[in-house]
């Protein structure tokens, strides 16, 4: 079993930078797809990046150019670089991984609060 806990939230000023972090434990494997999501409120909740298991990445159209997400295999950790930071990223962000056999598992969140 997979456990995914995120870190990094806080609260910043519209223009500024946070980095979140997302570290696997338990049962580690190959995973099809690791993401970011996020969810406002009264909001559904989207997927803001992702990255597959071969290194490629894609974005949500508003936040590309400001995000960045990457992985470090050796430490079991996916991040979620936020640059230019706007009061409409506020959010719950949570992490995700997609397994190869399709099993899906999800972080418990971490606030992100943007001041204008």
């Known amino acids: 079993q997979v456990q995914l806990v995120e870190s990094g939230g806080g609260l910043v000023q519209a223009g500024g930078s946070l980095r979140l972090s997302c570290k696997v434990s338990?049962?580690?494997?190959?995973?099809?797809?690791m993401g970011w999501y996020r969810q406002a409120p009264g909001k559904q909740r989207e997927l803001v990046a992702a990255?597959?298991?071969?290194?490629?990445?894609n974005y949500e159209d508003s936040v590309k150019d400001r995000f960045t997400i990457s992985r470090d295999n050796a430490k079991n950790t996916m991040y979620l670089q936020m640059n230019s930071l706007k009061p409409e990223d506020t959010a719950v962000y949570y992490c995700?991984?997609?397994?190869?056999?399709?099993?899906?598992?999800w972080g418990q969140g971490t606030q992100v609060t943007v001041s204008s």
């Open positions: 995700n991984t997609l397994s190869l056999t399709g099993i899906w598992t």
């Open positions: 338990g049962r580690i494997v190959v995973f099809h797809t």
């Open positions: 990255i597959a298991s071969g290194g490629n990445t």
